[in-house]
């Protein structure tokens, strides 16, 4: 038995083609204050319960990355099965800058960060900036939570096969 029905290089595909098999949560990550933004993410995930460590990965030539970078704190919204366009909102690089582009989107400022917290997440997660690496065009950044709320039981927002679906 083998493990490949065939043996595919990265000629014949790419590691984006191959990562679509993967289904991921779906977050829209924010900042606050002077280098308000957000930003779709899927590359996010929790790596520690003590102390409490999460992560997320951000391009470095991403607005995001800047911000990240500038205010040393983020917060996490986890989206839910209804915010299909809210996600879409923030992963178009067509959106406005700054803190207009949340002037479209229920959200409240997060106690820990400013940060913006959207309305109608299935979590929120506020954090500061404990480490950064390096990760080929990415940016791994490790954040401390400061604070955390479980919202609503719903279905989850997924990405898989290069699109959003529906999870209870």
Same mark, same amino acid.
């Given at each position: ?5 065939? @043996? ?9 083609? @191959?990562?679509? #098999? ?36 951000? @391009? ?30 923030? @992963?178009?690089?067509?959106?406005? #800058? ?13 106690? *820990? ?12 997660? %506020?954090? %500061?900036?404990?480490?950064? *690496?390096?990760?080929?065009? *990415? ?28 999870? #209870?």
């Amino acid at each position: 038995m083998t493990v490949y029905d065939s @043996a595919l290089t990265m000629e014949e595909t790419t590691l984006r083609d @191959a990562m679509s #098999r993967f289904a991921t949560g779906v977050s829209v990550v924010t900042v606050g204050g002077e280098h308000t933004h957000g930003m779709t993410a899927n590359a996010f995930t929790c790596v520690s319960l003590d102390p409490p460590l999460v992560l997320c990965c951000v @391009a470095r030539k991403a607005t995001m990355h800047a911000a990240i970078e500038g205010a040393r704190r983020f917060a996490v919204s986890v989206m839910g099965g209804d915010q299909e366009r809210t996600a879409r909102y923030f @992963a178009d690089k067509r959106r406005p #800058r700054g803190r207009a582009q949340f002037d479209v989107v229920d959200w409240q400022p997060g106690p *820990h960060t400013g940060a913006p917290l959207l309305s109608g997440a299935l979590a929120w997660l %506020e954090c %500061e900036v404990a480490q950064w *690496h390096e990760g080929g065009d *990415h940016t791994i950044f490790l954040g401390r939570v400061l604070g955390c709320r479980r919202g609503p039981d719903s279905p989850a927002l997924l990405f898989y096969g290069s699109d959003f679906h529906q999870i #209870r």
